[in-house]
């Protein structure tokens, strides 16, 4: 993250990387190498679900009032949290995978497309503030993790 970059960008970029880790997870081959990278995909996004509910999403609706895209926005994490609940017993299930990587696929097209728009015309945030404490936050809870 450069110290220019506005909240918006700065989770785009953690879209991207997490998008990656699919890609990597699809082409790897071995059993004990899916598993791990299963296992980050889920601990990276729990990372982000969090950090977006925390500090973006309220930060969002505070100056929008956009309840509608709040909504589905938040919904599309609860169904990921509940893949990545089922994914901690079968962390190799392949269908579950692909199912969580569709609905993240879905949701980041969502923020990209709709909310992170009106986030960056609205007068009401302070997208380079935002940026600062999500990142903060998310050193924080990386830091709380067994690696
Ligand atoms: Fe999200
Ligand atoms: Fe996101």
Redesign the pocket.
């Known amino acids: 993250m450069s110290q220019h970059d506005d909240a918006t960008v700065l989770l785009d970029e953690d879209h991207n990387e997490v998008i990656r880790m699919f890609e990597q997870y699809k082409s790897a081959k071995d059993p004990a190498r899916q598993k791990v990278l299963a296992r980050q995909i889920c601990q990276e996004l729990l990372v982000?679900?969090q950090i977006?509910e925390e500090i973006f999403y309220p930060a969002y609706i505070k100056a929008t009032g956009d309840r509608e895209n709040l909504k589905d926005?938040l919904e599309?994490?609860q169904e990921a949290r509940e893949l990545i609940r089922k994914l901690e017993q079968a962390p190799v299930d392949a269908r579950l995978m692909l199912e969580l990587e569709d609905g993240i696929l879905h949701?980041v097209n969502d923020?990209r497309e709709k909310m992170f728009p009106k986030a960056r015309k609205t007068q009401g945030m302070d997208l380079m503030a935002l940026a600062q404490q999500l990142q903060a936050r998310k050193m924080e809870l990386m830091a709380g993790q067994d690696a």
Do not use: V
């Open positions: 982000h679900m977006e926005g599309e994490h949701h923020e």
